[in-house]
């Protein structure tokens, strides 16, 4: 059900611009033009005009401000182009195109994710859409609310919703679950035998532990440094159903002044499923030694 626009191959619409090309052709042009008037007025004894020979002539000036003129309409046309669709539009030109299918930017909500609720708007509108209208609803209730898997278990009337938040670690606090559930649970949104069960989408928290050895001169306090970046590079990365793989955060530890980590715990790599969210708690890394 879902669509990445990203994926979609550039529309023809919008027109790759050449500026050496076009003032090839305004030269061609001009010389043509030249060369006809010299046939037309043989009187006017005009001379065999090269407007290549210098970048002071008139003629090569004229041309490259034309083209150039042309060059910004050009540009201005594949903005207007860009605008109307959904892939390109920014700021205000989002709001308007995004208002024609009813979904209003939430304030502070970047251009992705208005982007985003505007596809789930239009796949929940069809027959079935029950999952993408779910999501769109559960992403509009909240700024806080960064993702959503909405998910059956067997064949009960049950339908689980895991909310991942923005905020902190990714755990959605009590209050956000409360607010997310309120709005699929109302009578114009939930279907008439649907159980909406909502939860936090992390549901495992994940400690980890290394022995670090470092270079000979490398202060110790590299240490918190190593935690701080791995921490950093977990809150761009992780995501619902992203797996915590053990070569991604020792190589996360690997900064400079650090010749070696050695994982202890977990044995392996975490394995997400695809509705939940892993976190990660407690980084234990022990100094072992440095580099003989």
Do not use: C
């Not at 879902?2 to 529309?11: A, E, F, G, I, R």
């Not at 779910?134 to 064949?155: C, E, H, N």
């Not at 306090?221 to 190593?226: D, P, R």
Request: proline share 5%.
């Amino acid at each position: 059900m879902s669509l990445d626009l990203s994926t979609l191959p550039v529309p023809r619409v919008i027109e790759e611009v050449d500026f050496e090309a076009i003032v090839d052709r305004q030269v061609t042009k001009f010389k043509e033009r030249w060369a006809l008037t010299r046939a037309a007025h043989p009187e006017l004894a005009l001379p065999d005009y090269d407007v290549q020979m210098l970048e002071t002539d008139p003629a090569v000036i004229l041309n490259e401000a034309e083209s150039f003129r042309e060059i910004l309409l050009r540009a201005r046309i594949n903005d207007a182009a860009r605008a109307n669709l959904l892939v390109f539009a920014a700021g205000t030109d989002l709001d308007h195109l995004a208002a024609f299918y009813g979904v209003e930017r939430i304030a502070g909500e970047p251009d992705v994710r208005l982007r985003q609720r505007v596809v789930l708007a239009i796949q929940g509108r069809s027959t079935g859409g029950t999952v993408p209208r779910y999501k769109y609803v559960a992403m509009t209730a909240s700024l806080q609310v960064a993702d959503v898997k909405v998910y059956p278990i067997g064949r009960g009337p049950e339908v689980h919703v895991a909310v991942y938040s923005a905020a902190g670690d990714g755990v959605a606090s009590p209050q956000l679950l409360a607010l997310v559930s309120a709005a699929l649970n109302d009578q114009a949104v939930r279907m008439v035998n649907d159980v909406i069960v909502v939860a936090s989408a992390v549901q495992t928290v994940v400690n980890l532990a290394a022995d670090v050895w470092l270079l000979p001169d490398t202060d110790e306090q590299v240490i918190e440094q190593m935690e701080a970046a791995l921490r950093s590079g977990w809150a761009l990365e992780r995501a619902l159903g992203r797996d915590l793989v053990q070569a991604w955060w020792v190589s996360r530890l690997m900064i400079g002044g650090v010749h070696k980590v050695a994982p202890l715990a977990p044995a392996g790599d975490v394995i997400a499923n695809p509705y939940e969210a892993i976190s990660i708690g407690t980084v234990d890394l022990q100094l072992k030694g440095r580099q003989n």
